[in-house]
């Protein structure tokens, strides 16, 4: 599995706007939307939400990987979003959160779940991809330089 199976270009948000951690969700929800316009949004910020509650999906070194699964999605979906000052997500480091990568996978698709998961994190756990991604010029570049990093692992 690569990570161009299942994220779209138009689902990547160079500025995002908002300023605490339901805003972020809100917002990223809103990036899955683009790509897939039927879903919930609001199951999807719920699930997001549960997630969350359980313990920060904030893994530290400036990302997120807010996940979940729900009977609200018909397929893997995933968005990535950056926000160039920083939010507070509770990150298991205590540092600002910049780079957010989500993901919503089946429910019945546990297996996919946790490929998924793995690929991106080892992914963003590359320092030179970290700050590619923050030194980016646009969503577009950002897409591009993680498609050709996920292929080079």
Do not use: W, Y
Not at 3 to 23: M, T, W, Y
Not at 94 to 110: D, E, M, Y
Request: glycine share 8%.
């Amino acid at each position: 599995m690569q990570i161009a199976d299942f994220l779209d270009r138009q689902a990547i948000e160079a500025d995002l706007g908002a300023s605490n951690k339901p805003g972020v969700l809100r917002e990223l929800v809103g990036l899955l939307l683009r790509v897939s316009p039927e879903l919930d949004p609001n199951l999807l910020v719920e699930t997001l939400m549960k997630r969350e509650k359980l313990q920060s999906t904030g893994i530290g070194d400036g990302f997120a990987i807010p996940h979940g699964k729900s009977d609200a999605v018909p397929q893997i979906v995933a968005c990535v979003g950056r926000s160039r000052s920083g939010v507070d997500f509770q990150s298991l480091d205590g540092q600002p959160t910049h780079l957010f990568f989500t993901l919503l996978v089946p429910t019945a698709q546990h297996g996919m779940h946790l490929k998924a998961l793995a690929r991106i994190s080892r992914l963003l756990k590359e320092p030179g991809v970290r700050e590619g991604l923050l030194e980016a010029a646009d969503a577009d570049a950002m897409f591009d330089l993680l498609i050709a990093e996920d292929a080079r692992l």
